[in-house]
């Protein structure tokens, strides 16, 4: 059944070729699709266009659906175009004529617009949420680690001290930015496009902000060729949120399986949260954050796509949009997984004593040591020329008894108030 359906028979090569793979990827969507249609066809017996009895009709019949989709057995057969053609299949089989008046004053353009919308809400809020776990997980560690010192570095090179509450506590605050830009999202997507039929409105009277309030959507998506063209926008601005925080992810992994390997040695984690090699006995290797960092990077990827898919359409529907769909709820799919895998591991985290008497690490604190000669009278180029010269013959004496107490440093970490910084959930 093809809600487009006319007096001929497509190509089923073509046929194929332009249904691609809507099936699968609607099974994420249709639960949205019939709390969408509940609301219409509230509107619709709310302007008069079906009586209060067909209404009750179409209720009891997407209830059932809707009771399908939560247990698991909503399918989509291969008879079936996509999810809206399933659904108003399966009501005009229970309700006859009645089920087919559901597509009243609409189009599958604003249909899948407003299933899409309404999903990326809640698995938006869903990631947000994730995320807040993941935050609270850093900053205990570093609460729990802020005595312990680590080597700072730049160009990976040894650099200055740091430590792990900084370490920790630095990508728990970069998480806050990614969730404000995940809320604006939300803000965004937040617009009921429903009524916009197929971009172009409908000369039926229907009532726009009756879905609005059903639906719970903030406010309207006003002008109906402007929520036409959220299509694809919404998709480019919901990937760019969502690589921001894979970004941060990937990151935190790298650093990671840095400070694994045995040329670092800062941390380990539980054998059984690592994997070994076919040939080498001695390995324990950090599969689940090499993985976690190239789907990251694969996330990240996706806005360079959308753009590519959408940016040189002009207003109106094109079928190209069908293709936006595939890929961002894979990528939310996977970003939920990765959180919560990112967050079982981080937590089992083992923390080891760093040696900062080792030589490797005797010019950790060159810096500090010109601070202190500045701090007693010494002009900083002079300082500075002083302590690299000392590097230079090889007498430089380290010393690490020096306090960092500016907010923000190794001694001063604000945990408070970077837990007071997290947006309200």
């Known amino acids: 059944m093809k809600l487009w359906e006319k007096q001929f028979t497509v190509d089923k090569i073509i046929e194929n070729f332009t249904v691609g793979n809507d099936r699968l990827i609607d099974i994420h969507l249709a639960k949205y699709d019939i709390i969408a249609s509940k609301a219409h066809a509230n509107m619709l017996l709310a302007v008069g266009i079906i009586t209060a009895d067909e209404n ?45 008046k559901i597509h009243t004053a609409r189009s599958r353009n604003d249909q899948v617009l407003v299933a899409l919308q309404l999903y990326y809400k809640e698995e938006i809020n869903s990631i947000i949420s994730q995320t807040k776990t993941l935050f609270d997980t850093l900053i205990s560690l570093a609460e729990t680690h802020k005595e312990s010192l680590l080597p700072g570095y730049t160009h990976l090179q040894v650099a200055m001290p740091s430590s792990f509450g900084l370490w920790f506590s630095a990508y728990a605050e970069n998480l806050i930015d990614d969730v404000i830009l995940l809320q604006s999202v939300v803000k965004i997507v937040d617009q009921n496009p429903l009524g916009s039929a197929a971009g172009y409105g ?156 080792d030589e490797k690490y005797k010019y950790l604190f060159t810096v500090d040591t010109i601070n202190n000669l500045v701090t007693e009278g010494t002009p900083f180029r002079e300082a500075y020329n002083n302590i690299s010269k000392e590097v230079e013959n090889g007498t430089y004496v380290p010393d690490s008894s020096k306090k960092h107490t500016h907010i923000g440093s190794i001694h001063n970490l604000c945990l408070d108030e970077i837990k007071n910084k997290f947006p309200s959930l």
Do not use: W
């Open 56 to 100: 009750n009709q179409l209720q009891e019949g997407l209830n059932y659906l809707l009771d399908e989709v939560k247990n698991g057995t909503f399918t989509i057969e291969d008879d079936f175009e996509d999810m809206h053609s399933k659904i108003e299949f399966e009501l005009t089989k229970k309700h006859g004529d009645v089920g087919k």
């Open 202 to 357: 409908s000369s039926f009277p229907i009532d726009r902000k009756l879905t609005t309030n059903e639906l719970q959507f903030s406010t309207l998506k006003y002008n109906v060729v402007a929520a036409q063209m959220s299509r694809g926008k919404n998709e480019r601005i919901l990937a760019s949120a969502l690589g921001n925080l894979a970004n941060t992810l990937s990151k935190f992994s790298m650093d990671i399986c840095l400070y694994m390997s045995q040329n670092f040695g800062f941390i380990s984690f539980p054998d059984e949260l690592t994997t070994g090699s076919s040939i080498m006995p001695h390995k324990k290797n950090p599969d689940v954050f090499e993985l976690i960092r190239g789907k990251c990077n694969q996330i990240q990827a996706l806005q360079t796509e959308m753009l590519l898919l959408s940016n040189n359409l002009p207003s109106g529907y094109h079928r190209d949009y069908q293709l936006l769909k595939e890929n961002i709820i894979k990528a939310i799919e996977s970003l939920k997984e990765i959180l919560t895998i990112f967050n079982y591991a981080i937590a089992q985290v083992q923390v080891k004593k760093v040696d900062l008497n």
